[in-house]
């Protein structure tokens, strides 16, 4: 203390991502603390939000003396942070606020410049790493991007999938590589129809409800403002992925504009999640017959992912014509050689007011031919020739897999006579494989069947 003016002598510095928080302690207690959020260049200069609270003699959680303001830096100097001085100063005198803002000037601006420290190459020896959370659609970083026209599914592929990621089932041919909690973080639709729509995936597949971690998050700010309250959302359930729904509406700027995209992946990036982001196509590729298909608006979009993929209605079906038939072309690959096309397969059953009661999933390879119907259909399977392939009733299956009986009796009678049998023994309904080739197939879905 000199002159009766508290001095900040060197402060602990945190850093997570592109927020730094700096703390002063006296007699063991931190008695300020200055958080400097969304540090971000533009042109010359580089910007933060910078937010300051007094703790001393005062409950932690005390309202910030100097709620958010920007503040802007260069390295031949600094400007903006002489307005959050004077502001402290008149709420708290007797503190040297000017010398704690030039250490904060300062260190921003060295931490950006800077940035990580070097990491010589092979030296964590990363074998066995998948670049895949859900082969072969999502990648395990950055964000992948999946687009196609209005109308065409892409926000309940998308759903199909977190519920995947979620709890393990392969929904889309093979289990997920990483399974845990996913943010759907949604800008174009109400929690109400996921929820729907969430159950009939659920009854398909008899994946129980109380199994799920799927959550979803209603935003209206682009996601360059709402990113430190995504990365909340995130780590509070511990997701392990994050949906855009979608890009356009996220982006919060002009489609076209090269600044505006850039920001939003790099908010992406910091929100410290793979993506998977949902994009639109543009009117030129929808009016091109034939040519490539492009997401809307600017080239960084595909630029800035590390997975892309276009969905397009496949004009001849497969079996049922009343199922949604969509091809799916990689069209970007960063890490690994660009992906053979998949065939998806969409089935909706409504009841009588239109709401979904099951939708039904299946995929296929670069052929277009669909395979069996995964899920529900495989984890019978699988547990019936575990058993031993004996008689089974639907109870003891319910008991067993966790799987409603009226979901596996539809299963069952799309299928009889292919992989299940039935029979009737006095009231009781029973079924078991058919005896071969089942048991092979069942041993080719268990090891990952089609993985390539």
């Not at 393990?168 to 729509?197: A, C, K, L, W």
């Not at 992925?241 to 090269?258: T, Y």
């Not at 089935?347 to 939708?359: A, C, F, L, S």
Request: hydrophobic share 35%; with cysteine; proline share 4%.
């Amino acid at each position: 203390m000199a002159d009766g003016t508290i001095e900040f002598g060197e402060p602990e510095i945190h850093v997570d991502g592109m927020t730094f928080g700096f703390e002063w302690k006296r007699d063991g207690n931190v008695f300020v603390r200055i958080m400097a959020q969304d540090v971000r260049q533009d042109g010359e200069y580089i910007f933060a939000d910078c937010t300051v609270w007094w703790l001393l003699d005062q409950p932690m959680g005390v309202r910030p003396i100097m709620p958010k303001a920007q503040i802007k830096l260069n390295s031949g100097h600094s400007t903006g942070w002489s307005t959050v001085s004077r502001h402290c100063e008149k709420r708290i005198s007797g503190v040297d606020w000017t010398g704690a803002m030039t250490i904060v000037a300062d260190e921003c601006i060295t931490q950006f410049e800077e940035g990580s420290p070097n990491i010589r190459l092979g030296e964590e020896v990363s074998e066995g790493a998948n670049p895949f959370i859900l082969k072969p659609y999502i990648s395990a970083s950055g964000a992948t991007v999946m687009y196609g026209e209005g109308g065409i599914s892409k926000s309940l592929l998308a759903l199909a999938m977190s519920l995947s990621v979620s709890t393990g089932v392969p929904i889309f041919g093979q289990e997920p590589v990483v399974v845990g909690p996913v943010m759907y973080f949604d800008y174009e639709d109400d929690s109400s129809t996921h929820d729907r729509r969430l159950q009939a995936l659920c009854r398909s597949f008899g994946i129980p409800l109380d199994e799920v971690q799927v959550y979803h998050h209603a935003l209206v700010a682009s996601v360059t403002k709402s990113k430190r309250e995504m990365r909340k959302r995130a780590e509070e359930v511990g997701a392990v992925l994050g949906i855009l729904d979608s890009v356009g509406m996220g982006r919060g700027g002009s489609a076209i504009a090269a600044e505006d995209t850039i920001r939003m992946f790099r908010g992406l990036r910091e929100v410290g999640i793979p993506f998977l982001a949902i994009d639109h196509v543009s009117k030129k590729s929808k009016d091109e017959k034939g040519g490539d298909v492009d997401a809307y608006g600017s080239i960084y979009t595909m630029n800035s992912a590390r997975l892309g993929w276009s969905l397009t209605r496949q004009l001849t079906g497969h079996g049922d014509s009343d199922a949604i038939h969509l091809h799916a072309t990689n069209t970007k690959a960063n890490h690994i050689r660009k992906l053979p096309p998949q065939t998806i397969s969409i089935k909706y059953t409504n009841d009588e007011r239109g709401v979904p009661k099951t939708i039904d999933i299946e995929t296929g390879n670069e052929f277009g031919m669909l395979m069996p119907t995964v899920g529900t259909h495989q984890r019978m399977m699988m547990w019936i020739v575990g058993t031993g392939n004996e008689w089974q009733t639907y109870a003891d299956m319910e008991e067993e897999l966790g799987i409603p009986s009226t979901t596996m009796r539809s299963v069952v009678a799309r299928d009889e006579g292919r992989t299940f049998e039935t029979k009737k023994v006095g009231k009781r309904n029973l079924v078991r494989c058919v005896a071969s080739p089942v048991q092979q197939d069942a041993t080719d879905g268990a090891t990952g069947e089609d993985s390539e």
